[in-house]
């Protein structure tokens, strides 16, 4: 490490850099890659055709001024759609600024861990965006279709996170997956869940760690990774219960922060 200061956690861009561009789009993913994080979460829906997209919400009403579904629109319109507003950083990275399918995020993603994660609906649609993800996924790293060594490197790398419907999807499909698994919403997972999933990591809002659950989830054969973290007092406190891992809407300033002891701006 030759004397370097090193975040004491691991650092994971929440959809991309949400500050410096709009979450989930190629710019937000690239610009992250391009501050030096390790893993980068995203979001999944699916398009018209039944493709993987890249959108947190049911509707692209919050951040695309539509109130159309993203089943609604093929991803040739999604990829088209201009956002209401398009983030604090004029540079672009080379990418457009459209709702994009999943292919595209791996192209962005250079050599960081993209983390998909899934929508816990009321419907269940959460299991099959993951089944059709998690699916993609492992036709293009096991050399399916005409694809990019990086995209098919940056398939390979991907990790899943998300709630039991989801996490058990993915696991069907991709059995080696690697899984950082939120569920339950009030506890340590239970052994038999772990034993069924074979998750790596315990993937809590962070307000759920201490220094007791993160024993548990230790015990259990876990790491402990978390959500949302946007201070470096609080990522400091995690580390230092054990955490390895938390989730930020800031994630180039945490990173900044804790390897050189800098104010976030």
């Given amino acids: 490490m030759n004397g370097e200061m090193r975040s004491p956690v691991q650092l994971v861009a929440h959809r991309g850099d949400p500050v410096a561009h709009v979450e989930n789009?190629?710019?937000?993913?690239?610009?992250?890659?391009?501050?030096?994080?390790?893993a980068i979460e995203v979001d999944l829906r699916l398009s018209a055709e039944g493709e993987p997209?890249?959108?947190?919400?049911?509707?692209?009403?919050?951040?695309?001024?539509?109130?159309?579904?993203?089943?609604?629109?093929?991803?040739?319109?999604?990829?088209?759609?201009?956002?209401?507003?398009?983030?604090?950083?004029?540079?672009?990275?080379?990418?457009?600024?459209?709702?994009?399918?999943?292919?595209?995020?791996?192209?962005?993603?250079?050599?960081?861990?993209?983390?998909?994660?899934?929508?816990?609906?009321?419907?269940?649609?959460?299991?099959?965006?993951?089944?059709?993800?998690?699916?993609?996924?492992?036709?293009?790293?096991?050399?399916?279709?005409?694809?990019?060594?990086?995209?098919?490197?940056?398939?390979?790398?991907?990790?899943?996170?998300?709630?039991?419907?989801?996490?058990?999807?993915?696991?069907?499909?991709?059995?080696?997956a690697r899984l950082r698994m939120t569920y339950p919403l009030d506890g340590v997972p239970d052994p038999a869940l772990v034993e069924e999933l074979e998750p790596y990591s315990w993937n809590p809002h962070f307000g759920m760690c201490s220094p007791t659950t993160v024993s548990a989830a230790r015990a259990l054969g876990l790491r402990t990774t978390c959500w949302t973290v946007d201070d470096a007092e609080s990522a400091r406190a995690l580390a230092a219960m054990g955490v390895e891992a938390v989730t930020s809407n800031r994630a180039g300033d945490l990173l900044r922060v804790l390897n050189q002891n800098a104010e976030v701006r």
């Fill in 25 to 38: 789009t190629l710019q937000a993913i690239a610009h992250a890659a391009a501050e030096g994080l390790e």
């Fill in 53 to 176: 997209i890249l959108l947190h919400d049911s509707t692209l009403e919050r951040l695309w001024e539509c109130t159309a579904s993203p089943a609604e629109l093929s991803v040739s319109v999604l990829e088209a759609r201009e956002p209401a507003e398009h983030g604090t950083c004029a540079n672009d990275h080379g990418f457009e600024r459209g709702v994009p399918p999943l292919e595209r995020a791996l192209d962005a993603v250079g050599d960081a861990v993209l983390l998909l994660d899934f929508p816990g609906e009321f419907d269940g649609a959460e299991q099959e965006i993951a089944r059709v993800s998690a699916s993609r996924i492992r036709a293009i790293a096991s050399g399916e279709g005409e694809h990019s060594d990086e995209r098919r490197a940056a398939a390979a790398r991907a990790e899943f996170t998300g709630g039991l419907i989801a996490m058990r999807a993915v696991r069907e499909v991709l059995p080696t």
